[in-house]
């Protein structure tokens, strides 16, 4: 028999706040691709790749997708665990409120679909006129 819905809504619901600060061994990473088995390749915010477990926690409760950004607790230097170099501890889902937060990476900057020069696009502009005199 599955969690009931009471515990997927309060695991849900906490990965919505942001912690108020980080430990030396937490930091904010963006997700890459699923591996399998609970394992993600995720970004460092130097551009280098781990790979993280996924909390126990969180299995079958809440998806992550590509490109997601996670809050990941690395194994220290000496640990036995090979395979993984972490955790994944949380989840960001309300990504606006942990952006707002002072541990978050400068070197994941928001981008935006749309480009900021409007001469490359014409999308919701008049046609060029005819007349000359115009």
Not at 105 to 121: I, Y
Request: hydrophobic letters at 30%; a negative charge; proline letters at 7%.
């Amino acid at each position: 028999m599955g969690k009931p819905r009471r515990a997927m809504m309060a695991e849900a619901e906490e990965t919505l706040t942001p912690p108020d600060t980080l430990t030396s061994t937490q930091s904010i990473v963006r997700v890459i691709k699923p591996e399998g088995n609970n394992v993600y390749t995720c970004e460092l915010p130097n551009k280098n790749t781990v790979q993280l477990e996924l909390a126990q926690r969180f299995r079958n409760t809440i998806w992550i997708r590509r490109g997601g950004f996670v809050l990941a607790e690395r194994y220290p230097a000496d640990s036995e665990e090979k395979r993984v170099a972490g955790e994944i501890v949380n989840i960001v889902r309300d990504e606006k409120l942990w952006r707002k937060q002072a541990y978050w990476p400068k070197e994941f900057v928001k981008t935006s679909a749309f480009s900021d020069s409007e001469d490359e696009s014409n999308v919701g502009k008049m046609p060029p006129s005819d007349s000359e005199d115009e």
